[in-house]
């Protein structure tokens, strides 16, 4: 498998601008996790999906975060407009729970590094 | 609210000293403790724990849970230049899957 692919892997954009980012997570894996990292907030998930439904979004910072699953294989997280404190490094994660929840393990992705200028 | 803190937020060892990482947590519902090494990319999976007292090990790596003091360590033996890294330290809270990561640990590790 080849594990959990995302992309851009950077993405350098102006402010005002739609920023959309893709997360394609192993297969079978029933849960997916977006986080974002920044040096002075480390690791901050910001919305997790379970069977593609979202589960929980308290983490997203405003409006201007959306998040979507159309399908199994697929999430995208967008934001618009992306303003200069957005930037940081995003990863999608996947887990292999198999319909009980938490087995607590995450495969992440090598995440997608956003500068907004 | 539910928290994981690490400490020390950096450490600078040489090669063959032995290093402790800590994690304290306070959540609600805890189900597991994880520790992920962090080089230049993504997070990678070392140890998850799930009871008091149980030790587990790989290789030069060990680590521990107290679930009545809450909290859990990492050691590394005879540390090398490889190991230096950041090392994250998150709680799984309640039967959703959710991992709340602490700061991380930032290892330098000299020759």
């Known amino acids: 498998d080849a594990g959990v692919i995302q992309s851009p892997r950077h993405e350098v954009t102006e402010m005002g601008q739609e920023v959309t980012l893709r997360c394609k997570p192993i297969?079978?894996?029933?849960?997916l996790f977006w986080y974002r990292q920044t040096m002075m907030r480390g690791l901050e998930l910001l919305i997790y999906?379970?069977?593609?439904?979202?589960?929980?979004d308290s983490g997203m910072p405003e409006d201007r975060f959306s998040a979507k699953m159309p399908n199994a294989s697929f999430s995208t997280l967008k934001i618009q407009p992306s303003e200069p404190r957005d930037s940081a490094v995003y990863f999608c994660a996947s887990s292999p729970t198999s319909g009980r929840a938490g087995t607590g393990e995450l495969f992440f992705g090598e995440g997608s590094r956003l500068t907004v200028l | 609210e539910d928290k994981v803190v690490q400490s020390p937020l950096s450490l600078v060892v040489h090669e063959g000293d032995t290093v402790t990482l800590n994690c304290s947590y306070e959540v609600t519902n805890f189900r597991s403790l994880l520790w992920y090494k962090q080089e230049k990319k993504a997070p990678t999976f070392l140890f998850m724990l799930?009871?008091?007292?149980i030790e587990k090990k790989s290789g030069r790596l060990s680590s521990i849970l107290d679930k009545k003091e809450l909290f859990s360590i990492l050691n590394i033996t005879a540390t090398q230049t490889g190991d230096s890294a950041v090392y994250l330290c998150?709680?799984?809270?309640?039967?959703?899957?959710?991992?709340?990561f602490g700061q991380g640990t930032t290892l330098q590790v000299k020759p």
């Open positions: 799930t009871s008091s007292g």
């Open positions: 999906f379970n069977n593609n439904v979202p589960i929980d």
């Open positions: 297969s079978g894996h029933d849960y």
């Open positions: 998150a709680v799984e809270s309640g039967n959703t899957g959710k991992l709340i």
